[in-house]
């Protein structure tokens, strides 16, 4: 993607410190950007001349070009834009995309939708305890000791029961479409399942005892074939790395390299390959320690006529939430197959999903032919999206009376929690505005709402990509906006 590129003149370098003519910021919540010329003169527009020069005074000629940036601020009270620049461009949205699943789970499944994961079992035949996967994703190892214990304690002591899975709510696609290939072993990258549970990763953890070294997982079990060539050595030139031969496909873990005398732990997360056989497996596991004698695991469909023994349900408002507070993509991807599951029937696809969401905002007034929705997390290359289209979809969820409170209650908040608790503290943003953030190499993103010093609401997207470095400079310029909206007054626009 080649966007539009602009060409200012250069100018000496100052310091913008956000004080009050504009704004109201004491000496303790100020945000400092060095920059070189005033930046988006050519391209930003604003109905008011001062918030057009302030914000554009925020982007530094360092950063914009090469990189690209687009930026949509709209007033929810009055309707009007109070500022855009390349509105229209087209970026990854990086985990902004789960700004689209949420609004459109909401409102197609509604804000009261649970997700049920059931278990039950048949004894006419071959003992058999079915689980049926909901897609919960974020099943805990305490929810299955939960099930577990109910499991033992109901079913006949028999000498052996087969356990079946049954995971036809989703297809068996368990990657996302446009996610890169050699992130597969990173628990963001996780595998998809509707039987999910400690979001289909472990963690690995060598423990160096007085020299002996131990390797092991939490939560303990089987289903990880681990070993180890450490060596223990008192000048450390290559350190351990730990890791799922994800390329085989295969959930056999190596620990490779050295470890010191004075070390005593290392650890790392990986994700599981086949995390339904994960989640099984556990199961099984724990159904033996209640002398539940298990000798078969298998994946298959629910049979009729089961006796019905245990259900877990989880809100869609907590999935929801759980998502957009600390991005998580295991929510965002099951999320989506579910829509698709539920609306459409089974197996839930990605694809499908991903045209329900188009549906959705093409009912809202968005021209889908001028994005691109691949998945519901934002870990795909292949999204695109706009500043205008993450505003809109804003608008329309904040005129949902229905499910706003769920959508506006989950998402990080600045300086409080998530992935924002560290940003913009001591500013006029904090505990103010509420955003999802974004960010993927090359590319970082912030949309959200605030509300001005007035009071008044606004709808805001902040979207850059095309950059080689880290993501902490843009960042930056993404918040310095943040604090001026808060700061902003309309006595003084």
């Known amino acids: 993607m080649t966007l539009l590129k602009r060409i200012f003149p250069s100018h000496s370098s100052l ?5 009050f003519t504009l704004m109201s910021c004491t000496s303790s919540s100020r945000v400092t950007v060095t920059h070189t010329s005033t930046v988006g003169t050519a391209l930003s527009s604003s109905p008011y001349p001062t918030i057009k020069e302030s914000i554009d005074a925020l982007l530094p000629d360092s950063l914009f070009p090469p990189s690209n940036i687009g930026i949509k601020v ?3 009270r009055t309707g009007e834009t109070l500022y855009e620049l390349n509105p229209d461009h087209l970026f990854n949205p990086a985990s902004n995309q789960k700004l689209f699943t949420a609004a459109t789970a909401l409102v197609t499944l509604g804000p009261t939708y649970s997700f049920t994961t059931e278990v039950s079992y048949d004894t006419s035949l071959t003992p058999t305890i079915f689980i049926r996967g909901s ?3 974020i099943m805990s190892v305490l929810d299955l000791d939960s099930l577990c214990l109910q499991i033992a304690s109901v079913v006949p002591k028999r000498p052996f029961w087969r356990l079946v899975g049954d995971v036809s709510l989703f297809d068996d696609i368990f990657l996302g479409s446009g996610w890169s290939w050699d992130d597969e072993s990173s628990t963001y990258s996780m595998g998809i399942s509707p039987l999910t549970v400690n979001a289909n990763s472990i963690e690995v953890l060598l423990e160096n005892n007085n020299g002996v070294l131990k390797l092991s997982t939490e939560p303990e079990t089987n289903y990880m074939a681990l070993f180890a060539d450490v060596a223990i050595v008192d000048s450390v030139t290559e350190r351990v790395k730990i890791d799922r031969q994800w390329m085989k496909r295969t959930n056999r873990v190596v620990a490779q390299g050295q470890i010191g005398h004075g070390d005593t ?7 599981v390959y086949q995390p339904e056989l994960f989640f099984m497996t556990l199961v099984a596991e724990r159904l033996r320690q209640r002398n539940l004698l298990i000798d078969t695991i298998m994946i298959d469909t629910v049979q009729e006529n089961t006796i019905p023994l245990a259900v877990l349900s989880r ?5 929801i939430t759980f998502m957009n507070k600390v991005s998580d993509n295991l929510s965002a991807e099951n999320i989506l197959k579910t829509i698709a599951a539920e609306k459409l029937g089974k197996p839930g696809s990605a694809a499908r999903g991903a045209a329900i969401v188009r549906t959705f905002l093409q009912s809202i007034g968005v021209d889908t032919n001028k994005i691109i929705v691949a998945d519901g997390s934002g870990l795909s290359r292949y999204n695109l999206t706009s500043a205008n289209t993450i505003v809109s979809l804003l608008r329309a969820i904040n005129a949902n009376a229905d499910c706003f409170d769920e959508f506006y209650r989950s998402l990080p908040i600045a300086g409080i929690d998530g992935t924002l608790d560290n940003r913009m503290k001591g500013t006029k943003a904090e505990g103010n505005l509420r955003a999802k953030t974004g960010t993927l190499s090359g590319a970082s993103a912030l949309s959200g709402f605030v509300h001005t010093a ?20 843009y960042r930056k310029v993404q918040d310095a906006i943040g604090v001026f909206l808060s700061s902003l007054r309309r006595q003084s626009m």
């Open 15 to 19: 310091v913008i410190v956000l004080g």
């Open 74 to 76: 709209l007033s929810l």
């Open 135 to 137: 897609g919960d994703p």
């Open 265 to 271: 732990l290392v650890t790392a997360e990986v994700s």
């Open 315 to 319: 809100g869609i408002d907590t999935v």
């Open 454 to 473: 007035d009071g008044e609401p606004l709808a805001f997207s902040i979207l850059t990509q095309h950059y080689p470095a880290g993501a902490k400079a």
